[in-house]
């Protein structure tokens, strides 16, 4: 069946076709092109199933590895069950599972109790982006998990400061987003805000519209808020954020943020509007320009201007 198997021990039991192997296991698995390292694996010849009890590394062909407590291969069906699983794919993400059956025919993987710590390329390095859920499907880089939840606060014995919970959450790996429906926003564990779909660029994504991750801020002066920031994309060289901050105190404040950047230029805008319980509007207004004046008989030239206003001195 174009297996490969070495070890330093095996034990071959004619009467049943049973092959015994054991220490410094290498499996190579020429057709599906997977490789399996392990300390002991039962080979049952007739129905054409490997099984092992202790720790191994299982490697597909698109060099993800699995590292598992255990695993069961049926090489006529092509399919991997494992258990108490430890996943890195290709990209960085880290998963932990109990229990999945990974078919190598459909490239699929379905499972149970799963982690997902993402790959962190562009957030703050204190976040630790992941998705917990009760169950998963993978397949065609789409990864569906329901009863799901994301944040991407870091891990502490505590229940995170923020957390988006789902009925159902799914990351696709090629649209590099994440939507959700059915989703609660969840501020130390108590529901806050309902939307029936939700989506956002995952952590992975360095410049695309969308939701930006949340964030939250509780300070003792009770100036506490929450904000969802929104980010668009208008051109190559444009982009604008969208801030709504929701405060405690029933404060909202509305933070907008132009940026142009062109090749020998940069600005960026940066204006708000506050409203206290319903009194007078307040805001700021922030203007900031740099350009290189390019100037033919000097060695350099370069303008800086700024410009800054609020609407009074505590604002």
């Known amino acids: 069946n174009l297996i490969n198997i070495e070890s330093e021990k095996i034990i071959l039991d004619r009467n049943q076709n049973i092959l015994t192997a054991s220490d410094g296991i290498q499996i190579e698995d020429l057709e599906n092109l997977i490789n399996i390292e392990s300390e002991k694996i ?30 069961k291969y049926e090489v006529k069906n092509k399919t991997i069950n494992i258990n108490d699983a430890l996943i890195r794919d290709v990209d960085n993400n880290n998963f932990e599972i109990s229990s999945a059956l990974i078919n190598l025919k459909s490239n699929s993987l ?33 990864t569906e998990i329901s009863k799901g939840k994301f944040t991407a ?52 994504v360095k410049r695309q519209s969308g939701f930006l991750i949340p964030s939250f801020k509780s300070s003792p002066n009770n100036n506490t808020f929450f904000s969802i920031p929104y980010y668009k994309v208008i051109s190559e060289n444009k982009d604008f954020t969208f801030t709504p901050r929701l405060y405690a105190k029933n404060q909202i404040m509305l933070q907008n943020e132009y940026r142009k950047v062109n ?47 609020a609407s009074n001195d505590t604002y």
Not at 44 to 52: E, V
Not at 110 to 126: A, C, Q, S
Not at 157 to 171: F, M, N, R, V, Y
Request: charged share 30%; net charge positive.
């Open 42 to 71: 039962i080979l049952d010849r007739n129905k054409k199933i490997i099984i092992s009890n202790t720790i191994s590394k299982v490697i597909d062909k698109n060099k993800n590895l699995f590292q598992t407590k255990g695993f």
């Open 110 to 142: 379905e499972g149970e109790d799963i982690t997902i710590n993402l790959n962190n390329k562009f957030l703050n390095p204190g976040n630790e982006p992941r998705l917990i859920g009760e169950k998963v499907n993978f397949k065609n880089n789409i």
């Open 153 to 204: 606060c870091k891990k502490t014995d505590d229940c995170p400061p923020w957390e988006l919970s789902a009925d159902k959450i799914t990351h696709d790996r090629d649209k590099k987003s994440i939507s959700y429906k059915n989703v609660w926003l969840k501020i130390y564990d108590t529901p806050v805000v309902y939307f029936p779909k939700f989506f956002h660029p995952d952590p992975s």
């Open 263 to 309: 090749k020998n230029s940069k600005f960026t805008t940066d204006f708000s509007i506050f409203n206290d319980d319903g009194n007078k509007l307040e805001g700021h207004f922030f203007y900031n320009l740099n350009k290189d004046l390019k100037f033919e008989k000097f060695d350099s030239g370069k303008l800086q201007l700024k410009f800054e206003t």
